[in-house]
């Protein structure tokens, strides 16, 4: 799983049946000191997250697995919101 | 399966159901040095591992489901096995 934070959502009008009624959200990817890294994606969003929320999302077939009817074309899905996040400093 | 060494925690209260019960730790991958090699990964943790703890990371879906015991999980980063030494003739070979 990755890190990423909510910087959007993304409303589809016209989109295929088995995505109908899911949210999608523009992401942006974090690194471990909560830093931005790489360029926005859009998620499906299993858990209700909001604009601002650091989630976490998976990719792949695995992101199909975590809405609530699986045999769905999804590609990135956010499965969880993050409440605090620890990182041990960097090594020198 | 990768080797990963464990950099941090999450704790999160809103998630999926099937994380419920599982802690999440922040991995980084290594090589055979034990360098920092490739990006982070948020993992499932199996083993009750720990920060600092050099660990075995299964990071294929198929595997994860079946160590859960539940093939729709959406589950692919489950640590497996926390490490205790690894042998070899290559360390050190450039």
Do not use: H
């Not at chain 1, 499965?79 to 960097?90: F, Q």
């Not at chain 2, 993992?43 to 015991?69: F, H, K, Y």
């Amino acid at each position: 799983m990755k890190i990423g934070k909510v910087i959007g959502t993304v409303v589809c009008n016209q989109k295929v049946d088995s995505l109908i009624g899911i949210k999608l959200l523009l992401i942006q990817p974090l690194n471990e000191y909560l830093k931005e890294e790489g360029t926005p994606v859009v998620a499906c969003d299993a858990v209700q997250a909001g604009l601002n929320d650091i989630v976490f999302y998976e990719g792949g077939r695995e992101a199909a697995l975590g809405l609530i009817n699986w045999f769905n074309p999804s590609d990135l899905t956010v499965m969880g919101i993050i409440d605090s996040l620890y990182t041990e400093e960097k090594k020198k | 399966m990768i080797l990963a060494r464990v950099i941090g925690q999450v704790v999160s209260t809103i998630k999926l159901d099937v994380f419920k019960g599982f802690k999440l730790l922040l991995v980084q991958p290594i090589d055979i040095e034990e360098k920092p090699k490739g990006k982070i990964l948020l993992v499932l943790d199996t083993v009750q591992a720990g920060v600092g703890d050099v660990v075995l990371v299964m990071d294929e879906g198929n595997s994860a489901r079946t160590i859960l015991e539940n093939t729709t999980a959406p589950i692919r980063s489950v640590i497996v096995g926390i490490v205790d030494e690894i042998q070899t003739d290559k360390r050190g070979e450039k």
